[in-house]
């Protein structure tokens, strides 16, 4: 989200060579206007999901440089202590924004209600939906669940494998004729929805290549290979707009 506002903001630049120095002023005042919106108690607002938009901010704030010791951050991160899981985008990324505070006694049992949430709600084709077990899914909510998964593990926690198993499953199955992958399986693909397929893929533990048989050869992962091609071919029609 940072960087996609980053970009927005040295538009004007474009066409033009975009210097360190702007974009490090653009990172100073999309901080101080995250800043300047945080409530009263620590969290950031957004219709029906105070506690994604809140680690969403929290992980925003780490990005831009700020020490995880500063106020807004602090008072972020008790708001997300305190809250309760609810639903898939706000779980997978309570994992992530309170990743840099793992090791803390007081942090841990936040971050395994999260896991056990997320790992609760998934529904038996392996992807997720936004709050409960749901005969339907979509990757916007599958991905952020992966995202949180993939904090979890670097934290050291139990990540079941039959929860990791069935939701590799569901990407492979799903991945399009040509490379990408839709907001849900058989459907068109989308830029977006094949970013969080490749990204999914790695967190999952597929790899992009693997030393061969013969030495200096590597073997490539077919469908991480053809997931980034999509990516390429679609960056290359459509340009950053």
């Not at 990324?93 to 971050?111: D, F, I, N, S, T």
Request: aromatic share 8%; with cysteine; glycine share 14%.
């Amino acid at each position: 989200m940072l960087v996609g506002t980053i970009l927005a903001v040295v538009q004007p630049c474009h066409g033009a060579k975009v210097r360190d120095e702007d974009v490090r002023a653009a990172i100073a005042a999309l901080s101080h206007s995250i800043v300047k919106g945080q409530n009263g108690d620590g969290s950031w607002e957004y219709p029906g999901y105070p506690v994604g938009a809140t680690a969403l901010m929290v992980l925003a704030l780490r990005q831009s440089g700020m020490a995880i010791q500063d106020d807004p951050l602090l008072a972020g991160v008790e708001y997300l202590l305190d809250s309760k899981p609810q639903t898939t985008y706000g779980e997978g990324l309570v994992l992530c924004a309170l990743e840099p505070w793992g090791g803390k006694a007081k942090v841990r049992p936040r971050l395994q209600r999260a896991l056990d949430f997320l790992c609760a709600i998934q529904g038996n084709h392996g992807g997720w939906s936004y709050k409960a077990r749901s005969r339907g899914y979509d990757f916007s909510n599958t991905q952020f669940a992966i995202l949180g998964l993939g904090a979890a593990q670097r934290l050291g926690m139990d990540v079941p494998e039959k929860v990791r198993s069935k939701a590799l499953d569901l990407w492979l199955d799903s991945q399009n004729a040509d490379g990408g992958w839709g907001y849900t399986a058989r459907s068109a693909s989308r830029l977006s929805m094949s970013c969080a397929g490749v990204a999914s893929l790695n967190l999952l533990g597929v790899e992009l290549e693997r030393p061969g048989r013969t030495c200096g050869k590597y073997e490539y992962n077919r469908g991480l290979q053809n997931g980034l091609k999509y990516i390429g071919k679609q960056l290359g029609q459509e340009g950053l707009r």
